[in-house]
């Protein structure tokens, strides 16, 4: 899940922050910044950065916070009773959101030069608003019905008496007769057994206040000495019938024009423990009502009111929830380049502790619920303190009043004017899309066919365990492949998990796939950052990363996440996949085509002076190299 868990993929040269916001611009050619003091624990390769350690910390610590909470916020609102399409409205607007909302507080945060300030400040609301959350009401969708009968015993037989009480049309509201509550729910039409438990008191007409019944399999008369079960001197009555519609098809007459008759046989009794009995016979006529009720079906689902003050209350937390969160990574960002100094491509080393933190936390959290989701309280009493913990933290951090997070990107008109360069970042918005897409609604369809709380875990595991893989191993395969092949790859591998995911009926079955994840978004955010910076027009570099982020964890996400809900109301969730997968490979076939006839010519878009055009690739070239250079070089820990 793509909760600011992305990492550098050894294209910290652009420096790059998390969600499209640029921490500041890594430059070759000025001075190098002095190497933070480090401290030597022994004398082997491995270093421990004081300075560094706490960035580490507040990675691990906010990241498990996000992993314990977050990937699970689908499933919470579905608990609420919200629709799908409220869903995706709700997760559809938060990207846009954050896309402005972070270099505003970014610029104010530069202006006043009170970064860690407010850092500390978004982390603990962030945990606050989020924790908010627990407060809002769920919807009911059901409502409990009463079923009221008459039952009627004497020494020859018994049955239940039914009149209507209710008009012709039964509905959820009052109090229903058998015979209507049996048309509401359709059970006469039901093969299957519906097991109903009658209780049932002398009626109120009734001058005796006492009778005696007995359980027998006798089909004769009433006699005591037959009985399997007799109820002395009682006032209350309870049996069970097995299945009712047995009871509905054994009609034996029409009293008048409101009552009907069923005759009661093969009925169960409580003596201690549960007996069978042919019927049940009484030793004088008696008249009892009775309340009958129907496990899982005497809850009559209603039609729910959409956009109500639920989906409102939920909407208006979670808003303040991400306004708070937007700034949290680019000023944590920034600060790390800042206290790497020249030695920026470690960051990715910074940002795995994240990774690994919001893996444990995630799958713990899972393990922790041992299959049952319902109840969420824990998510968020476990949420709150970790955000407090991180706000402690960010006290520590070495944040420089220096740092520039607030940047926006300039020059985006000119920019989006190459075709080459408009055509590639509507690949990488449509990555988002399928990234809001999953993010939204996969674990809400997994817990539809059937998945339990280790499913999801496992599924989390592995995404992040393929993420991890991939920080290592991105140079590698970038080189190998080629940056526009590992596109063409992303979107077969985004083809094959959408037509994988459409095809399974049992949840497990999502794992086939999940492996995937570490293409679907390490490399592809790894090659794509890197080719954007070969075909960014002069001097506009940064312009192009910044709107690589925008495009896919703002607009990208924020379309994904509005679609998709509107798609699992009209299609359902099984064509939504599937139509996923047919405009990845549409896509991947249109993008093939045009970068081998029309871009057929040089990475780098015609520049207006001869200068900038012998300028500029050498530039382009060193930036390449530091792209997707090995990490072959002393590993700092801690």
Same mark, same amino acid.
């Given at each position: ?36 003091? /480090? ?101 009911? /969708? ?41 048309? !509401?729910?359709?059970? =006469?039409? &039901? ?19 006492? $009778? ?43 009293? =008048? ?29 008696? =008249?009892? =009502? ?49 206290? &790497? ?66 940047? $926006? ?44 709380? &280790? ?130 490979? !549409? ?52």
């Amino acid at each position: 899940m793509e909760y600011a868990t992305g990492t550098n993929f050894e294209r910290i040269a652009l420096n790059m922050a998390e969600n499209g916001q640029l921490a500041e611009e890594y430059h070759p050619q000025r001075t190098p910044a002095p190497s933070p003091a /480090r401290r030597v624990v022994n004398n082997s390769i491995y270093t421990i950065n004081l300075k560094l350690l706490p960035i580490k910390l507040f990675y691990l610590v906010f990241m498990a916070a996000v992993g314990v909470l977050l990937p699970f916020v689908a499933l919470y609102m579905m608990h609420l009773k919200l629709s799908s399409k409220e869903i995706g409205i709700i997760y559809g607007v938060m990207p846009f959101v954050g896309f402005f909302i972070r270099p505003l507080i970014g610029a104010v945060a530069d202006k006043f030069k009170k970064h860690k300030l407010t850092l500390m400040i978004v982390t603990v609301l962030t945990g606050v608003f989020y924790f908010l959350l627990i407060l809002v009401p769920g919807r009911s /969708r059901s409502i409990h019905v009463q079923v009221l009968t008459a039952f009627k015993c004497n020494t020859e037989d018994s049955y239940v008496s039914d009149c209507y009480r209710d008009a012709m049309q039964p509905s959820c509201q009052g109090r229903l007769s058998l015979q209507s509550f049996v048309t !509401l729910f359709k059970i =006469d039409s &039901l093969n299957q057994s519906v097991t109903c438990n009658f209780s049932c008191l002398i009626a109120a007409k009734e001058t005796v206040h006492e $009778f005696r019944a007995c359980f027998t399999d006798n089909s004769g008369s009433y006699e005591p000495n037959n009985c399997n079960g007799t109820l002395n001197h009682g006032k209350h009555l309870n049996f069970t019938i097995p299945s009712l519609p047995t009871l509905i098809h054994r009609n034996t007459s029409a009293s =008048d024009d409101k009552c009907l008759s069923y005759d009661v046989k093969n009925i169960e009794f409580e003596n201690k423990v549960t007996h069978q009995a042919f019927q049940i016979l009484c030793e004088s006529e008696t =008249d009892l =009502d009775c309340i009958v009720s129907c496990p899982k079906f005497n809850q009559c689902e209603t039609e729910i009111v959409l956009f109500d003050s639920t989906f409102y209350f939920f909407f208006f937390l979670f808003l303040l929830a991400n306004i708070a969160f937007a700034p949290i990574f680019p000023i944590l960002d920034a600060s790390a380049y800042e206290a &790497l100094g020249e030695k920026p491509n470690h960051w990715g080393m910074q940002r795995a502790w994240g990774t690994f933190g919001f893996a444990v936390s995630s799958v713990t959290i899972m393990l922790i619920k041992q299959g049952q989701i319902e109840d969420f309280a824990v998510f968020f009493y476990i949420f709150l303190p970790l955000c407090i913990v991180s706000t402690f933290i960010a006290f520590f951090l070495p944040i420089s009043s220096d740092i520039k997070c607030g940047q $926006f990107v300039h020059n985006v008109f000119q920019l989006l004017s190459y075709a080459k360069v408009s055509t590639f970042l509507f690949v990488v918005m449509y990555f988002g899309i399928l990234t809001g897409a999953l993010e939204a609604f996969l674990f809400v369809y997994l817990f539809g066919i059937g998945a339990d709380s &280790l499913v999801l875990a496992v599924e989390l595991f592995v995404q992040c365990t393929s993420e991890l893989i991939m920080l290592f191993t991105a140079g590698f395969i970038i080189k190998k492949l080629g940056l526009v092949n590992c596109l063409y790859l992303t979107l077969f591998c985004y083809a094959l998990r959408f037509l994988v995911i459409s095809l399974i009926s049992n949840p497990w079955y999502v794992l086939i796939t999940e492996p995937l994840y570490g293409i679907c978004f390490g490399l592809m955010y790894a090659a794509a950052s890197s080719y954007a910076s070969i075909i960014a027009p002069p001097g506009m570099s940064a312009t192009i990363q910044g709107l690589l982020g925008g495009v896919h964890f703002g607009f990208g996400k924020g379309i994904g996440s509005l679609i998709t809900g509107f798609m699992f109301d009209s299609i359902g969730a099984t064509w939504t996949w599937r139509a996923y997968c047919i405009s990845s490979v !549409l896509l991947l076939i249109g993008y093939f085509i045009l970068n081998k006839t029309v871009f057929t010519g040089s990475h780098q878009p015609p520049t207006s002076t001869n200068k900038a055009a012998t300028a500029v690739p050498d530039e382009q070239t060193r930036q390449k190299e530091n792209l997707i250079k090995d990490q072959n070089e002393t590993m700092e820990v801690a």
